[in-house]
């Protein structure tokens, strides 16, 4: 249910980046349960999911994309979700 139009306001609200992380490890959490309203906890449960189960480091900080709002740097997020990518593909 997540629609990515682009590496900025899709993945504002952390759903996207939660979507891919349990994708890989579903067992991590209730993706049903999560609300794009709920923003900070989707970033940290993301990125930390990525972090303890994959290996991929944070390259984007939680209160970075706060910050940002609705409209994150394009280039942050394209260079967080493909460093994710390549930590990922090792568990496909």
Request: aromatic share 14%.
């Amino acid at each position: 249910n997540i629609d990515i139009q682009n590496f900025s306001a899709s993945w504002s609200d952390g759903m996207a980046f939660c979507a891919l992380v349990h994708s890989f490890f579903p067992s991590e959490f209730d993706y049903n349960t999560l609300s794009p309203a709920n923003r900070k906890h989707n970033f940290e449960l993301a990125f930390g999911t990525a972090e303890a189960k994959a290996g991929c480091d944070r390259l984007i900080e939680v209160e970075d994309m706060m910050i940002m709002g609705h409209k994150p740097d394009p280039m942050c997020v394209f260079t967080y979700v493909q460093s994710l990518y390549n930590h990922l593909r090792k568990f496909e």
